[in-house]
């Protein structure tokens, strides 16, 4: 089973199952309409609905790994703009 590694900023990393990804791109998307909306309100719960999706279908990535990240999400209390910056064309979540 392959897994990729997601970090959640200032939170550690989370190494998570291929199959797991396609929910995380249904988080993503809602997420990603929020912060076009402008939505604050839309945005801290699709922000918090995204990350808890990594937490529970991720298994924490030990500490001492110096493996990189695949992918990058921001911590929990970033503002809107911050995630605005880091969208890239497909969301948080390539695919």
């Known amino acids: 089973m392959s897994a990729l ?4 900023l200032g939170e550690g990393q989370y190494d998570v199952a291929d199959h797991a990804i396609d929910r995380l791109n249904e ?7 929020a912060v076009e909306s402008g939505d604050e309100a839309a945005f801290r719960t699709a922000l918090a609905a995204l990350l808890d999706g990594v937490r529970t279908v991720g298994v924490a ?3 001492d790994s110096l493996d990189e990240s695949d992918l990058i999400l921001p911590p929990a ?7 605005r910056e880091l969208l890239e064309d497909d ?5």
Not at 91 to 95: A, E, M, V, Y
């Open 5 to 8: 590694i997601v970090r959640i």
């Open 27 to 33: 988080l993503d998307a809602t997420l990603e309409a």
């Open 61 to 63: 990535h030990p500490v």
């Open 77 to 83: 209390d970033a503002s809107l703009e911050q995630v």
């Open 91 to 95: 969301g948080l979540i390539p695919g």
